[in-house]
């Protein structure tokens, strides 16, 4: 279930926000402490949903300003209003929780225990106190200070579900973000999503449209396999947009999700059993491959691997980068024999060149201020190298921008002069944020073939997903997600 919090801050519009949650929600949180001239009686009759009742003290992150006693003859009051459930913190002073817990009415019992500043070691042992107390769900929320904390969680979902108890569980903060995702997956009785950016009660809440309607919490089957991007940051990505998607419209029950990652040998160790799958963003990419057992030759070649697979019951790594590029090129024409000038010699460059010198291009890289660092790259490639600034004797067949130069904020530059551009030349531009580049733009006008950067995020996507479940991709809609994404911007 996912359960959306209202949160005022104010009883008009929380009412507002109530009529907004119900295509959405499937159970509501009155946050009656962030409400302050709440009606609470007219709250939960225009819930149009159960409702969950909050009154959170401060110590527990919450911001009821009345003394414990004060804030449990509220939460009697909403007991005696009929209050489908209601939630106490495990702070609550003995006596005052056991008076709640032995005098509930017809309310269920949400009892409740936070740590806003880590996961702790003993959570398992908070766990069995809690089930020593005669509460009807349990709920314990941590603070993920490492990607690897979630698991303490998702351990504490299966101990539950195996002995028949209701437990809400997951991690706040960025590096909990994967538990709010799957925790209705490993057993939580529900996750909370907040109504939309800014309305938030707690570090880390998604918004309950993506979890609805991107990651599909409540309809992640048993067999669904995990897969994720590990970057850092990942917060950028937009691959939970275009392989959920993906998975959808294929039929597949898998789910995609960030894992924010420091540490890739720890990360690695600990997520390996929950996987079916990665991508690999920056800064792991070239230190992935030692956790892998395999690493296909021209990941090898290239230095680096975006995407992990399982293969002969081993992980192995591969890069679709350049094979991404390769497919894009390929709507175009062949790229055997013909002379591609390269611009740049970073890591896009490296993986795009390795492609197209195996697909048989005659390579030219072009440098601006590291020499040495293009002198490098074009040896191994068997390439010409030339600065930037003598590309204008060039007359290539395809040129390709593997530079930043463009990119959003800087849209008014571009990597080489509108002169350079002919009738009939491919011009591909790996920048794809803005949409259309000053480098596609000018290509148009001159009248070249061209593809913009969202074809090279597009196709490197396109070719994950098939390596992973060896389904074709919906190509047209992995493009429109990124579109639609991109438009938003």
């Known amino acids: ?235 950028k990505s937009m691959g939970y947009l275009i392989h959920n998607k993906a998975f959808q419209l294929t039929g597949l029950p898998h789910v995609y999700v960030p894992f924010p990652v420091q540490n890739v040998q720890r990360f690695f160790a600990a997520f390996e059993p929950y996987l079916g799958g990665l991508s690999v963003t920056m800064p792991h990419k070239e230190e992935i491959g030692a956790v892998l057992g395999t690493v296909s030759p021209q990941a090898k070649n290239i230095g680096a691997v975006n995407t992990v697979v399982r293969e002969n019951d ?12 390769l497919r894009a090129l390929k709507t175009k024409g062949d790229v055997a024999g013909k002379n591609v000038v390269i611009i740049g010699a970073g890591g896009t460059a490296k993986a795009i060149g390795h492609t197209l010198k195996d697909a048989g291009a005659k390579l ?32 290539p067949d395809i040129l390709i921008n593997c530079s930043p130069v463009g990119m959003t904020p800087n849209v008014k530059q571009t990597p080489c002069p509108a002169s350079v551009l002919k009738p009939g030349m491919i011009v591909f531009d790996s920048v794809y944020n803005p949409l259309e580049t000053r480098l596609i733009s000018e290509a148009k006008a001159a009248g070249c073939i061209t593809i913009p950067g969202i074809e090279l995020f597009v196709n490197q996507a396109v070719e994950q997903f098939e390596l992973w479940t060896g389904k074709t991709a919906p190509i047209d809609a992995m493009r429109q997600v990124v579109l639609d994404k991109l438009k938003e911007r």
């Open 1 to 235: 279930m996912i359960c959306i919090p209202i949160v005022g801050p104010s009883q008009q519009q929380a009412l507002q926000d109530l009529e907004r949650s119900q295509n959405l929600a499937d159970i509501i949180e009155l946050r009656m402490d962030l409400i302050p001239d709440a009606n609470l009686q007219e709250l939960m009759q225009a819930a149009g949903k159960p409702v969950i009742v909050t009154y959170r003290a401060k110590m527990d992150g919450g911001q009821f300003k009345g003394t414990d006693e004060e804030r449990v003859a509220s939460i009697r009051q909403a007991i005696d209003l009929g209050a489908p459930y209601v939630d106490i913190e495990t702070s609550t002073p003995g006596p005052l929780l056991k008076s709640v817990l032995e005098n509930k009415g017809d309310s269920q019992i949400i009892l409740s225990h936070h740590d806003f500043t880590r996961t702790d070691e003993s959570i398992e042992k908070i766990y069995e106190i809690m089930c020593e107390l005669p509460a009807d769900i349990l709920k314990i929320i941590t603070y993920a200070q490492d990607i690897t904390d979630n698991l303490a969680l998702f351990q504490l979902l299966f101990r539950a579900r195996k002995e028949e108890r209701k437990l809400i569980a997951f991690c706040m903060g960025e590096k909990g973000e994967v538990s709010r995702i799957l925790s209705v997956h490993f057993g939580s009785w529900l996750t909370f999503g907040s109504l939309e950016t800014g309305k938030e009660s707690a570090p880390g809440q998604i918004p309950a449209r993506i979890l609805k309607d991107v990651y599909r919490v409540n309809d992640i089957a048993s067999d669904a396999k995990i897969f994720g991007v590990i970057g850092d940051p990942v917060n």
């Open 364 to 395: 030219t890289l072009t440098y601006h201020r590291n020499q040495k660092r293009g002198q490098k790259l074009a040896d191994q490639l068997g390439a010409r190298l030339i600065h930037i600034d003598s590309i204008a004797s060039e007359t």
């Open 314 to 325: 081993t992980w192995a790594g591969h890069n679709t980068d350049g094979t991404g590029a």
